[in-house]
């Protein structure tokens, strides 16, 4: 799980994440966590509760429409003005704010949660060009690599979190998801699983070696003062 402390809302992370949604919610006031998530390379939990902590500040609420949560963003001109202007299309807008490659680069040193957010894009950009928004497991594992249990629990995951409503068709009995209407393009979807691959992951995983190596240093210290006594 992402470190909450790093979600802030003065983090590069969160201005990202108010500029997206910012400039979605100025073509629908309904806006999904899981249509924010396709603009950037996070995991769709984190998108949710950075907006959880922006609605509390800037005055917009999560609803639930139909069985499916959306943040109802009446107001987007205050999102935008802390994520800064942005155009989506323009890809390095976004990358271009300060400090957002190196808190990605701190999340990536974990591993678990650089496989969550390629896996999650994975499902997304499949799911997101399906003609119908009932989309079936059987749908997503003819298009993707992800197993059939990696893509239930994946879909699982996101009911939970009211992402998606599960449905069950008594006729085939086929597992079905239904999703909210948003758009993932195969060229944004490489573009965010490029950047996260050109991160390096590395920094806290040489912050974690350097205290390692100061301990050993003062517990060599402590052993070599104590056989002196």
């Known amino acids: 799980m992402v470190d909450t402390q790093q979600l802030q809302l003065a983090s590069p992370i969160t201005r990202a994440v108010a500029a997206v949604a910012g400039r979605l919610a100025e073509h629908s006031a309904l806006v999904s966590p899981l249509q924010v998530a396709t603009y950037l390379p996070l995991d769709v939990d984190s998108v949710s509760r950075i907006l959880d ?92 690599d992800l197993t059939s249990a990696k893509i239930q629990s994946i879909f699982n995951d996101f009911e939970v979190e009211g992402y998606v409503e599960y449905c069950f068709e008594n006729d085939d009995e086929a597992l079905e998801y239904r999703l909210p209407d948003f758009k993932y393009t195969d060229d944004r979807h490489r573009r ?26 003062v517990l060599l210290a402590c052993i070599i003062l104590f056989q002196q006594l």
């Not at 963003?73 to 323009?90: F, H, T």
């Not at 965010?192 to 240093?217: M, Q």
Request: charged share 35%.
């Open 53 to 144: 902590t922006l609605k509390n500040e800037y005055d917009f609420e999560r609803v639930e429409r139909d069985g499916i949560c959306y943040f109802h963003i009446e107001a987007p001109e205050p999102l935008l003005e802390k994520g800064g202007s942005i155009d989506l299309e323009m890809a390095f807008d976004l990358w271009e704010i300060e400090g957002l490659k190196e808190q990605l680069d701190e999340l990536k040193a974990d591993d678990d949660w650089a496989c969550k957010v390629r896996e999650q894009h994975d499902l997304l950009v499949v799911a997101a060009q399906a003609d119908e928004r009932h989309v079936e497991l059987s749908y997503v594992l003819k298009r993707s």
């Open 192 to 217: 965010n699983l490029s950047r996260l691959e050109a991160l390096d992951g590395t920094r806290k995983r040489y912050r974690l070696w350097l205290v390692v190596g100061l301990c050993a240093v």
